[in-house]
Nanobody
Framework: DVQLQASGGGLVQAGRSLRISCAAS????????IGWFRQAPGKEREGVSC????????YYADSVKGRFTISSDNAKNTVYLQMNSLKPEDTAVYYC?????????????????????WGKGTLVTVSS
């Protein structure tokens, strides 16, 4: 059974940090891209960051560039999103998926290797 499980969300004050995790089971994540997406109340889902899988490229939306860092632990089959200098506008449900779709600067990054798996989201709330 192929699954992704996001975890680590919570309530944090603006300016603080939080790390969320995406654990893969049933497959080896480094054969695929892993993307982080978020959806704030009343807004469309947006791509936030991407680990490009086969070439380990990383990508970030402009709104999080310089504050968020995506990384992986192959031994744990887990991808992380380290979020620093959090802002109230980062408040959203964060999802991980076996695909990427985001604007990194002017470039649209779309990576999909034919496996469509989404984890249940984890809520990040940033208070002002």
């Amino acid at each position: 059974d192929v699954q992704l499980q996001a975890s680590g969300g919570g309530l944090v004050q603006a300016g603080r940090s939080l790390r969320i995790s995406c654990a893969a089971s049933g497959f080896t994540f480094d054969d695929y891209a892993i993307g982080w997406f978020r959806q704030a109340p009343g807004k469309e889902r947006e791509g936030v960051s991407c680990l490009g899988g086969r070439d380990n490229s990383t990508y970030y939306a402009d709104s999080v560039k310089g504050r968020f860092t995506i990384s992986s632990d192959n031994a744990k089959n887990t991808v992380y999103l380290q979020m620093n200098s959090l802002k109230p506008e980062d408040t959203a449900v964060y999802y991980c998926a076996t695909q990427c779709a985001l604007y990194d600067g002017p470039s649209y990054v779309s990576i999909y290797y034919g496996v469509d798996v989404w984890g249940k989201g984890t809520l990040v709330t940033v208070s002002s």
